[in-house]
């Protein structure tokens, strides 16, 4: 089989092997990183980028080991990074307190995971609280009491 890229396209293949890499666990700073699946196929399509042309893209340690060099790291792959990284913070932050919320106000009692419709709205509705709150003063108002409710 035989593909073919221009040398935009083989830049944003980098570029997403690198969120894809990110992703699953590996860190352009620290090569101990690199998830051990992927290692080879890696440095099998790093070893392109001369000859489509990008080899300002990637640098060679002491080591022979390919890697990104900032000029792709830095660039709109890490704002991709950066954007995922606060979408899911917060995400996560509302949905987990919200949560909490509705397993205290439903008490104990509560054995089963899945929800009402009720319950699912009420779960809704504290979300959408939440997400009021953190849009307009993100962690400003967030106080966390050690060892319980105050």
């Given at each position: 089989?035989?593909?073919?890229?221009?040398?935009?396209?083989?830049?944003?293949?980098?570029e997403l092997?690198?969120?894809?890499?990110?992703?699953?666990?590996?860190?352009?700073?620290?090569?101990?990183?690199?998830p051990?699946?992927?290692a080879d196929?890696?440095?099998?399509?790093?070893?392109?980028?001369?000859?489509?042309?990008?080899?300002?893209?990637?640098?060679?340690d002491?080591?022979?080991q390919?890697?990104?060099n900032?000029?792709l790291?830095?660039?709109p792959?890490?704002?991709?990074i950066?954007?995922?990284?606060?979408?899911?913070?917060?995400?996560?932050?509302?949905s987990?307190?919200?949560?909490?919320?509705?397993?205290?106000?439903?008490?104990?009692?509560?054995?089963?995971?899945?929800l009402?419709?009720?319950?699912?709205?009420?779960l809704?509705?504290?979300?959408?609280?939440?997400?009021?709150?953190f849009?307009?003063k993100?962690?400003?108002?967030?106080?966390?009491l050690?060892?319980?409710?105050g």
């Open positions: 089989m035989k593909v073919s890229f221009t040398q935009k396209e083989y830049t944003r293949l980098l092997a690198h969120l894809g890499l990110w992703m699953a666990g590996a860190r352009p700073d620290d090569p101990a990183t690199m051990e699946r992927y196929l890696n440095q099998k399509l790093l070893a392109l980028a001369e000859p489509f042309g990008c080899a300002d893209l990637v640098e060679v002491v080591n022979g390919s890697f990104l900032e000029k790291t830095d660039g792959a890490a704002e991709k950066d954007r995922f990284v606060e979408d899911a913070f917060w995400s996560e932050l509302v987990r307190l919200a949560e909490r919320d509705l397993r205290a106000e439903l008490g104990p009692t509560k054995l089963t995971e899945e009402t419709e009720d319950e699912q709205d009420r809704s509705t504290l979300e959408d609280n939440y997400w009021r709150e849009e307009g993100g962690v400003d108002h967030l106080v966390l050690r060892g319980g409710k």
